[in-house]
């Protein structure tokens, strides 16, 4: 669970859309809960794609766009 926080708020640090400063980062539980469930869901569907070699009907930009959106 460490590594999927990691990753999360790494990604959510680094959007260029933030506001705040380079290495603060405030998020409440229900985000954070929020932020990893879209996460799980990109990664979960990004195994499927390679395994199947089908395209998923969600591309990895709108993912971004909803792990950001929901904060």
């Known amino acids: ?11 959510l640090s680094e959007h ?4 705040g400063t380079e290495y603060e980062l405030q998020l409440s ?6 932020a990893l469930q879209v996460y799980q869901i ?3 569907r990004e195994i499927v794609t390679r395994i199947t070699k089908l395209a998923s009907s969600t591309d990895a930009e ?9 904060r």
């Open 62 to 70: 709108t993912l971004a766009k909803e792990l950001v959106m929901r």
């Open 1 to 11: 669970m460490a590594a999927a926080i990691y990753v999360v708020m790494n990604l």
């Open 16 to 19: 260029p859309g933030r506001s």
């Open 29 to 34: 539980e229900t985000a954070l809960f929020r």
């Open 42 to 44: 990109g990664l979960e």
